[in-house]
């Protein structure tokens, strides 16, 4: 995609000011560059800011210190480069899959129709064509997380921010969503930024894998995964490349005590 944004993190820190006398550090001077096109995975302890981080980025909260910049403009509010991806999917349970896909459309004012062909080009890429006017109460979970990817590629995002999109399916669904979205971005070549507990779906998608520390959360490690691509899922846990920098990120998570080695 000739529209992959470039990411800056610099000196950013983030305290969430609770109470008085009981403010809570998220993240500690988080030093980021992230190259436009790369895919960059954030893996870390439960509480380390990962969240905080994305929600940062997607200008959703403002920082405590530091800068953030996409493609150089300082993140103030929302980036329209910007998609977000959360956990759970969000979808409005009142509008057809459609009408969730062209949300953003409206949202920005722009002309519906002339996006209504794109929507379901979109949908028929993830294996949801004939669901046009289907109901999110219709669909499964894998399957409603795939309408709210597409409502997040309707904008054409240079920047693709994921806060854990496949934590909530099953094995099985999720297995299939990592090989999909590697397919996605082979195809755009955008910039993703992609929050995981999954070690190993981190290292599988990524050209990046940031590694950060428990709360305060720092970056501990930023491996470089060169794996060719595309990669198959099946066989990827024998491949010894994969299994070196699986080992990389437990070794420095038992280092940190977040793991206890057996
Ligand atoms: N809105 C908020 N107000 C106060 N504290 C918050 C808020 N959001 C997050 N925190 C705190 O900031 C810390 C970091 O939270 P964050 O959700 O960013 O971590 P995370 O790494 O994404 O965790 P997880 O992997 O469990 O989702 C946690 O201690 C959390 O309790």
């Not at 995609?1 to 006398?21: I, L, P």
């Not at 969240?51 to 959703?60: E, N, R, V």
């Not at 480069?81 to 057809?96: E, H, I, M, N, T």
């Amino acid at each position: 995609m000739s529209n992959a944004a470039n990411v800056r993190v610099e000196g950013v820190s983030k305290t969430y000011e609770v109470r008085a006398g009981d403010d809570v550090k998220a993240l500690d001077r988080v030093d980021l560059d992230i190259a436009p096109g790369s895919f960059v995975a954030i893996v870390g302890p439960s509480g380390c800011g990962k969240s905080t981080l994305l929600s940062l980025l997607a200008g959703l909260t403002p920082v405590s210190s530091g800068r953030l910049r996409i493609d150089g403009d300082e993140v103030v509010k929302p980036h329209p480069k910007a998609g977000v991806v959360f956990q759970s999917d969000l979808l409005l349970p009142w509008r057809s899959i459609i009408d969730n896909v062209l949300l953003p459309i409206e949202i920005k004012g722009l002309d519906r129709a002339a996006s209504a062909s794109r929507a379901r080009e979109l949908l028929a890429q993830v294996g949801l064509q004939g669901f046009d006017n289907k109901f999110p109460f219709e669909l499964s979970g894998g399957m409603r997380q795939r309408v709210a990817i597409c409502r997040a590629l309707i904008q054409e995002p240079g920047l693709l921010l994921m806060d854990e999109p496949f934590g909530a399916l099953d094995a099985l669904t999720r297995e299939q969503m990592i090989m999909d979205l590697q397919t996605m971005w082979l195809r755009l070549r955008n910039t993703v930024l992609f929050i995981t507990h999954g070690i190993d779906e981190a290292v599988f998608l990524a050209d990046r894998v940031i590694v950060m520390s428990p709360r305060p959360g720092r970056v501990d490690l930023d491996l470089t995964i060169d794996i060719p691509r595309p990669r198959r899922w099946s066989g990827i846990h024998e491949n010894p490349a994969f299994q070196h920098h699986v080992r990389q990120v437990r070794e420095m998570f038992e280092a940190k005590g977040v793991l206890v080695a057996h």
